[in-house]
């Protein structure tokens, strides 16, 4: 393979589109407790949902997986669907509502450029909310190089952006 070329530095991973066992169950995590909107519909089958009235930044199909099993966790497949806050406020503020409706974080971490929170979606999606830290503020080794790391994210401090 030829390594002369890298894909162009603004270029964006654009959406997910997930397969689900039951589509109203997932619209209710997506939309009614992370906040997404609904923004289309294909039957009753699929899904279109976003964030700020973008097309889709999520598709949900229950195309090849209505009623199934979630996928094996010792799989190849998806690791996870990572949800990128503008704000560490934002953060905060989703941590606060999931807190509050009593659903289950699975972890919650400080990687030095991040800092992000973890949970399953319905059908054991694995989703991150996230922010990044400004890029000057982002950890690195005495040779230049990015030294990002797994800690415990402090829940105490993220909560008092709330404040």
Same mark, same amino acid.
């Given at each position: 393979?030829?390594?002369?070329?890298?894909?162009?530095?603004?270029?964006?991973?654009?959406?997910?589109?997930?397969?689900?066992?039951?589509?109203?169950?997932?619209?209710?995590?997506?939309?009614?407790?992370? !906040?997404?909107?609904?923004?289309?519909?294909?039957?009753?089958?699929?899904?279109?949902?976003?964030?700020? !009235?973008?097309?889709?930044?999520?598709?949900?199909?229950?195309?090849?997986?209505?009623?199934?099993?979630?996928?094996?966790?010792?799989?190849?497949?998806?690791?996870?669907?990572?949800?990128?806050?503008?704000?560490?406020?934002?953060?905060?503020?989703?941590?606060?509502?999931?807190?509050?409706? !009593?659903?289950?974080?699975?972890?919650?971490?400080?990687?030095?450029?991040?800092?992000?929170?973890?949970?399953?979606?319905?059908?054991?999606? !694995?989703?991150?909310?996230?922010?990044?830290?400004?890029?000057?503020?982002?950890?690195?080794?005495?040779?230049?190089?990015?030294?990002?790391?797994?800690?415990?994210?402090?829940?105490?401090?993220?909560?008092?952006?709330?404040?």
């Amino acid at each position: 393979m030829n390594n002369s070329y890298t894909i162009p530095p603004k270029t964006r991973i654009g959406h997910v589109h997930l397969k689900v066992a039951d589509l109203e169950r997932s619209l209710d995590f997506y939309c009614g407790l992370l !906040g997404f909107e609904l923004i289309a519909t294909y039957g009753e089958q699929a899904a279109f949902i976003s964030a700020g !009235g973008y097309h889709h930044h999520i598709g949900l199909n229950t195309w090849q997986s209505k009623g199934g099993p979630p996928a094996p966790k010792n799989a190849a497949g998806l690791f996870h669907t990572a949800i990128l806050y503008p704000t560490r406020k934002g953060l905060a503020t989703i941590f606060a509502r999931v807190h509050k409706a !009593g659903y289950p974080f699975t972890g919650a971490s400080d990687h030095g450029v991040s800092e992000a929170l973890y949970l399953d979606d319905p059908d054991e999606n !694995g989703v991150e909310l996230y922010w990044d830290r400004p890029k000057e503020q982002w950890p690195m080794n005495s040779d230049g190089s990015l030294n990002m790391y797994t800690r415990a994210l402090d829940l105490e401090d993220l909560f008092k952006e709330l404040a």
